[in-house]
């Protein structure tokens, strides 16, 4: 199975150049064969929507997912017979609470599932955001996958209870650059405490309040680092994997730029 990963720069925003860019992206991934598109963190707003909406004084516009504006990326899914791991914020219909949430698009271009973040940190360009309660893997054509966001797999209890409902592989989207605040060793210790393979999709861009430009896109396997790629262009990265055997098939990422 070949997956590919969405190295994109999106945290600025807007959303509709975002849609125009992931779409492009999908598109190219497919064509060079993917099964299965990982984007980053909220990557149809962007990451820091909420402070350039405080900026501008606008309201916050965050829907009921998905949303009409999300038709053209599942029609893409159904299209091209991929699954999309589709990074967004989302309105809980019944609560009227916004979550940092994953929206698991199948070939068909239904919604598999979705997961929302349990470590949103409630302030700066996450205080709109509550916490994810559930942490239930989503059953996928090929396999059970766990989904994490960011900061989720900064504690490894959160793949070892996904290992244990069934999961095959922990699937992360992130915002997360190196530094002070960044993931460390968290990325092998998830893999090493659920003896799962951790699949980590981030994001580029020199952005106005975080810098993306050195954060690692990653496959982690056996509790280590097993492909890694950082740069400030924006590409899709590729890599296959024998899902009946649990191994990682590629030595590098296959990186086309965009």
């Known amino acids: 199975m070949r997956v590919a990963f969405l190295h994109l720069d999106l945290s600025g925003g807007p959303e509709a150049r975002n849609l125009e860019l992931l779409h492009q992206a999908i598109d190219l991934a497919a064509q060079q064969g993917a099964k299965w598109v990982v984007t980053p963190e909220t990557a149809v707003q962007g990451y820091f929507f909420k402070l350039k909406a405080e900026a501008a004084r606008e309201p916050l516009n965050i829907p009921v ?22 990074g967004c914020a989302e309105q809980d219909e019944a609560t009227g609470n916004y979550f940092n949430s994953c929206l698991v698009i199948g070939p068909g271009g239904e919604i598999l599932g979705r997961h929302r ?31 994490l966001v960011c900061a989720d797999l900064w504690y490894p209890e959160h793949a070892q209870v ?13 915002a997360w650059p190196p530094g002070k605040c960044g993931p460390g060793d968290s990325w092998e210790q998830a893999s090493a405490a659920s003896g799962l393979p951790v699949w980590v999709c981030n994001q580029t861009g020199n952005g106005e309040h975080l810098d993306f430009s050195q954060a690692t896109s990653a496959v982690a396997a056996e ?32 990186v086309v730029k965009l």
């Open 65 to 86: 997912q998905p949303c009409p504006g999300l038709d053209g990326i599942r029609c893409l899914a159904a299209k091209r017979g991929l699954t999309v791991f589709l």
């Open 117 to 147: 973040k349990l470590r949103a940190h409630g302030t700066g360009a996450e205080g709109w955001a509550a916490r994810g309660k559930q942490l239930e893997p989503v059953d996928c054509r090929e396999m059970k996958a766990g989904v």
């Open 162 to 174: 996904l290992q244990a409902k069934g999961a095959r592989v922990i699937v992360a989207l992130a």
């Open 223 to 254: 509790g280590r680092l097993q492909l890694t790629y950082k740069g400030l262009a924006p590409a899709v990265l590729l890599f296959d994997w024998d899902e009946s055997e649990q191994r990682l098939l590629s030595s590098e990422f296959t």
